[in-house]
């Protein structure tokens, strides 16, 4: 498609109020390849600003317009010439956007909504009009020079400070987020946020389970381990919370806690210099159990 071609064109469906304003062109001379953002010099709603547009002698208008609350009005038709940046040329290609101000000269700042709301525009409308990608180099040289750079200034075709020196200075950041959308990176959402931790979680429990399984029974425990669980649940050291009457095998302990308890055992037989599998341990006259040393000061 040559550049000077125009091709059909539509509105973007994150508009949430719409007042067609009188001052344009008609269609385009121009197919869609850059877009430039304006502030308002005020802080005026979206119906504010498309009631000001409406006026036939105001003689100015925008595609589109972003208030402080984040909502997106639509004013001039995408397929049509808005009259915004005192530059037939620009206008002919450039989607203008206004948006509200939250405080006045010399920043003109705007609020983190308008600024979320015009990232999320631009976005659609490059996807819309087949923008690879949002270039932002500060450069009134590179006019025009859309492989290079597609965002332009009001400032750069009048004597104005239009958007501010607030947006202005962060064109090159609304240009690298928008074209990190463009290029497939996930816009990173409280939900998705939730859903990656629910899934490292999920992770990282299989991972320790992996690592330290758990045993529920008896007969999970691996078999060079289970005479010496045998004799702990046997002397009623090891229970796994199930009374015995239920279920003598019960453990529900980890692999861990289990070698824990069996290292225990060997220390304390080697110590006493009893079997490592025996009844109960004779000292003279007293029985003392497992549990007992286990205890013992």
Wanted: hydrophobic share 35%.
């Amino acid at each position: 498609m040559e550049r000077n071609q125009v091709r059909m064109m539509s509105n973007s469906p994150l508009v949430v109020y719409t007042k067609l304003s009188p001052n344009h062109s008609g269609p385009r001379k121009h197919v869609i390849d850059t877009i430039t953002i304006h502030c308002v010099a005020g802080n005026a709603s979206i119906e504010s600003l498309g009631n000001w547009f409406a006026q036939s002698s105001v003689q100015a208008s925008s595609n589109y317009g972003v208030d402080s609350k984040g909502r997106i009005g639509l004013f001039v038709d995408e397929a049509n010439r808005s009259w915004c940046s005192s530059s037939s040329a620009n206008d002919n290609r450039a989607i203008t956007i206004e948006v509200s101000n939250t405080a006045g000269a010399p920043d003109w700042p705007v609020s983190s909504e308008a600024m979320a709301a015009v990232i999320d525009l631009c976005t659609d409308i490059c996807k819309r009009n087949n923008i690879k990608q949002l270039l932002w180099l500060a450069d009134n040289t590179l006019i025009g020079r859309v492989d290079l750079q597609n965002m332009t200034a009001h400032r750069w075709f009048a004597p104005k400070a239009c958007p501010g020196s607030y947006l202005y200075n962060r064109f090159g950041d609304i240009a690298k987020k928008v074209t990190m959308r463009l290029k497939g990176e996930v816009k990173m959402t409280e939900e998705l946020k939730e859903q990656i931790r629910a899934i490292c979680q999920e992770e990282i429990a299989a991972a320790l389970q992996k690592r330290n399984p758990m045993y529920a029974d008896y007969a999970d425990v691996p078999i060079y381990w289970q005479p010496m669980v045998k004799e702990l649940l046997d002397r009623d050291i090891l229970n796994g919370g199930t009374p015995r009457e239920i279920s003598a095998t019960d453990v529900n302990l980890t692999q861990d806690t289990i070698k824990a308890c069996v290292l225990m055992k060997l220390y304390i037989d080697q110590k006493l210099n009893t079997p490592h599998f025996g009844p109960a341990y004779q000292d003279d006259d007293e029985e003392k159990t497992l549990s007992g040393l286990l205890t013992d000061d």
